[in-house]
């Protein structure tokens, strides 16, 4: 069975400081992967998304970088955290477009 | 662009039934529905495909009118575990994207 591994579960960063937040997904291969941020109370803001290895869609101009280095392994990071950047991310994948998406657990960053 | 969702809000009573609304600007191929509880990741409830087709999930059932644009979730004899976070997600032809709406938070209470 397919699973996703989303990690850590909480991180509090200082503002200025680097991210590197990083998921992983068994059981599949050639999976679509996506990064999502919550802000408190919000709605479900697609960040990044990738259908193949080393290949990265950006909806949104922002402070944060994707990459895709292996199939099933997606990152995201920035080099400076802003306050704004606090959130709930998640992670997803799906077989392909058109399908439902598989979340990871989340990761709850506050930048202070 | 982001699908609309109405209504922001509903509170219901154990046993009362809910419609929530999804619609789009856009031609849509698919709408997805997930329901996502506090501190927790979105869970899946139904996706419905181009064709105007009608799904069921126990109580939970959707439907999706591609030439309005729109799908709406239908919620029947509501139970306190209904409560979360309703979200739509829409998806065009060809796009390898889900774009949520805003949610519609449900509150069911005894």
């Known amino acids: 069975s397919q699973t996703i591994h989303q990690w850590p579960a909480t991180l509090v960063q200082p503002v200025g400081s680097p991210l590197s937040l990083e998921c992983t997904v068994e059981?599949?291969?050639?999976?679509?992967l996506y990064w999502y941020r919550q802000a408190a109370g919000r709605g479900l803001q697609l960040l990044f998304y990738s259908v193949g290895i080393g290949q990265i869609s950006s909806e949104v101009p922002q402070n944060l970088s994707a990459s895709r280095p292996q199939d099933r392994q997606f990152i995201l990071s920035s080099k400076k955290l802003l306050l704004s950047d606090s959130g709930f991310y998640l992670c997803a994948w799906s077989r392909r477009g058109n399908e439902k998406l598989f979340f990871g657990s989340g990761t709850q960053l506050s930048v202070l | 662009q982001q699908p609309v969702q109405s209504p922001q809000a509903v509170i219901l009573r154990e046993g009362e039934d809910a419609v929530i609304n999804c619609s789009s600007s856009?031609?849509?191929?698919?709408v997805h529905w997930y329901r996502q509880k506090h501190g927790e990741a979105p869970v899946f409830l139904m996706i419905?495909?181009?064709?105007?087709e009608q799904k069921g999930h126990e109580k939970i059932s959707a439907s999706f009118n591609e030439k309005k644009q729109q799908s709406s979730l239908y919620l029947t004899a509501s139970q306190l575990s209904y409560s979360g976070t309703y979200f739509c997600g829409t998806e065009t032809t060809g796009g390898f994207k889900t774009i949520f709406g805003a949610g519609t938070r449900l509150f069911v209470k005894a």
């Open positions: 059981g599949t291969s050639n999976p679509n």
């Open positions: 419905l495909l181009k064709g105007g």
């Open positions: 856009k031609a849509l191929y698919s």
